[in-house]
Structure formats: structure tokens, C-alpha cells
């Protein structure tokens, strides 16, 4: 396990970075927390780190959004309106588990039941001034 305090999102961006630099393709990354806690922060930093120099936004409304890194490709999905494991079908979930690609999902709280065993899970939560974060990171033998 390992936990990391953040003051700002540059630091939260950094977090991502480090994490991307350890992790092969076929990895899963499952981001739970508050809202607005920094997630999406989080793999702007990882995403960036794997060379992608474009912008990284929220997958909100388009739920998964593709993004050809140096590495692998690496899908970041945002879970938040996916209500329930059966919409996930809608989507073709199955098919994103290629082991070339590596998967970041945002609001994995909402899709538990389909997240492989092996994941690496990555919490996000307001810590005690307005822009500290606690991240905790567990899994994936890091
Ligand atoms: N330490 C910090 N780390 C990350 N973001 C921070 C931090 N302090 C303040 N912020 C602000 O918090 C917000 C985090 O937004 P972001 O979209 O990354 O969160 P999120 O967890 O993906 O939200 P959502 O739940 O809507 O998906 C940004 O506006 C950012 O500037
Ligand atoms: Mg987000």
C-alpha cells in the first residue's frame, strides 16, 4: 500500500505520472473517492507521463475516451452515469480487456462486480485543508 499526501493538483498530476511509470499494458486502474477529489487530475499526470502531450479531460458525458500513448493504448473511463454493471454491455466493457491497453476508470464504486481481481485501485479523499488530498494506492504488487 502506498499513501501519498497532495497540496495542489500539480502534486496530484505527479502522483498519476509515478503510478504510469510502474504499470504494464493490460493493467486496470479503479479510482474511487469524493467527487471532484482529483481523479481526473490524477490521469492527466499518468497520461502525460506516457507521452501523450495532448489534453486529457473528463470522460464524463462520452463515458471512455482513447488515448495512444508511447507505451500502450490507455482508455479512461468515467463510470459516474453508468448505473449498474448490465449498461456496461452498451459499451462493449469485454472488449477493452485486449491486454495491450491499459484501463483507468473513474467512479468504479458503480461497476464493483465487473472489475477484475487484479486491478490496482487508487482512492482519492479531501484531506484536512481546502486543497489536500490523501491517495491511497493498492494492488498490483507496487
Ligand atoms: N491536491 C489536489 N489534487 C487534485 N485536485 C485538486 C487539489 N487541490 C485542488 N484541486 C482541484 O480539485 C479539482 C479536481 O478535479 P478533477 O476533475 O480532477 O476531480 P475528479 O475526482 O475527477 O472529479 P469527478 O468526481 O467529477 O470525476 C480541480 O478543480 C483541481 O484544481
Ligand atoms: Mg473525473
Redesign the pocket.
Known sequence: MIQIQ????T??EHAGGSLAKKLSPGALVAFT??????????CRGFLHALGYTGRVT?P?FAIVNEYDTELCRVCHF?M?RILDEDALYDIGWDDYFDGDTILLV??SENVTGALPEDRITVD?RRGKA????VITIEGGNL
Not at 6 to 9: C, G, L, M, Q
Open positions: 497532495t497540496h495542489n493538483v502534486e496530484t473517492g469524493d467527487l471532484g477529489a482529483g481523479k481526473t487530475a490524477f473528463s464524463t468515467d459516474y473513474e467512479w482519492i481546502e486543497d489536500d488530498r
